[in-house]
């Protein structure tokens, strides 16, 4: 099966943003994990945009690769995202073809190489990616769908957004996500009380109006 299949088959679709994990090594050699948007163009090339103040850019940037990680478990975005706590070396395994690591309890990894690097904007940069190698973990075992999982993933989302607004003192955008994520947390408390998403929810909350009060404090 050619590339491009492949690439369809794990959900990728042609100018699509679709959300994976991408694992760099630090430069003391550590390896780090951050979730970021993929598109996949025409040619099959994997095209990221992550804002120049992340590990992940200036990974890359310093290696000339990355491993894209597919899961859509919440509590790895959610780990990732904010690092709380730092990820467990454990979790991670050395790339075969490109200086990376990748998580080791995901469906797939894919090893990829930087093609091009261009400025995107203000603040951020525009990575395009070529695939050297996909690897399918045998184990995969099909999930159901559950409604707590993809919204926990979209609120984290919108704390990252929520993050940068503050800092921005954007606060009618940021009211409006705050907003949001109140109404998810009431649907996650109802159909996945006393569980791992319902905690992700009640931590993010707690998160954002540290975040929130920290600001207000400053002005
Ligand atoms: C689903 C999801 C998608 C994200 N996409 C991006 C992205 O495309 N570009 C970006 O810079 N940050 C993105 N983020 C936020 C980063 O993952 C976050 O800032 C992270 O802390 C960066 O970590 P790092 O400094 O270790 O690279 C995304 C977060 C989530 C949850």
Known sequence: MDLINKLHQLGFL??????????TYNLNGEPNAAPMGIIMNKEGQLLIRPFINTRTYQNIVRNG??????????????????????????WFESAKLVNA?????????????????QQYGKDRAEILLKVEMIDLKDECIPQVYCRANFIVIESIIHAT?????????????????????????????????????????????????????NIKGRV
């Open 14 to 23: 042609d100018n699509v943003i679709v959300e994976a994990i991408i694992s």
């Open 65 to 90: 690769c990355a491993v894209i990680n597919i899961t859509s478990k919440a509590e790895l975005y959610y780990q990732t995202t904010f690092k709380d706590e730092k990820i467990p070396l454990k």
């Open 101 to 117: 690591p990748y998580l080791k309890h995901v469906d797939a990894h894919l090893e990829t190489s930087v093609i091009n690097i």
């Open 161 to 213: 957004r929520i993050q940068a607004f503050l800092s921005q003192k954007r606060f009618t955008e940021l009211e409006r996500l705050m907003e949001m994520i109140q109404y998810y947390n009431g649907i996650v408390q109802r159909i996945a009380p006393n569980s791992i998403y319902s905690t992700i929810m009640l931590n993010l909350i707690e998160k954002v109006n540290g975040w929130k009060s």
